[in-house]
Nanobody
Framework: QVQLVESGGGLVQAGGSLRLSCAAS????????????MGWFRQAPGKERESVVV????????YYADSVKGRFTFSRDNVKNTVYLQMNSLKPEDTAVYYC????????????????????WGQGTQVTVSS
């Protein structure tokens, strides 16, 4: 039903910036009566996938991982059905494959939601930060 496509990754020097894009199909971004959660996630080699930025507009809740607070920012373009992750002051430890995902329905008891509660995932985009 919903398809997500990430783009914008690449190779950048430490201290630089990148903006990732996640283009979504359907009416996820334009129908405010539907309760959904969208997030950016990342997975480094040999490590578990982790939440980076998560937002639920209905509940007006947003989560930033401690490691990215003050450096990463979420934004949305309703016309283009696209969300973005602006990444500034990048560090080598930010190197990972970055994914966007959508969770449908009202939030459960956990915030941010566990990763296995998300319904749709993009294919990921590689971000590599050199020292």
């Amino acid at each position: 039903q919903v398809q997500l496509v990430e783009s914008g990754g690449g190779l950048v020097q430490a201290g630089g910036s990148l903006r990732l894009s996640c283009a979504a199909s359907g009416r996820t971004f334009t129908t405010y009566t539907i309760n959904y959660t969208m997030g950016w996630f990342r997975q480094a080699p040999g490590k578990e996938r982790e939440s980076v930025v998560v937002i639920n507009w209905t509940a007006a809740r947003i989560y930033y991982a401690d490691s990215v607070k003050g450096r990463f920012t979420f934004s949305r373009d309703n016309v283009k059905n696209t969300v973005y992750l602006q990444m500034n002051s990048l560090k080598p430890e930010d190197t990972a494959v970055y994914y966007c995902a959508v969770r449908s329905g009202v939030l459960g008891s956990r915030w941010p939601p566990p990763l296995n509660e998300y319904d749709y995932w993009g294919q990921g985009t590689q971000v590599t930060v050199s020292s």
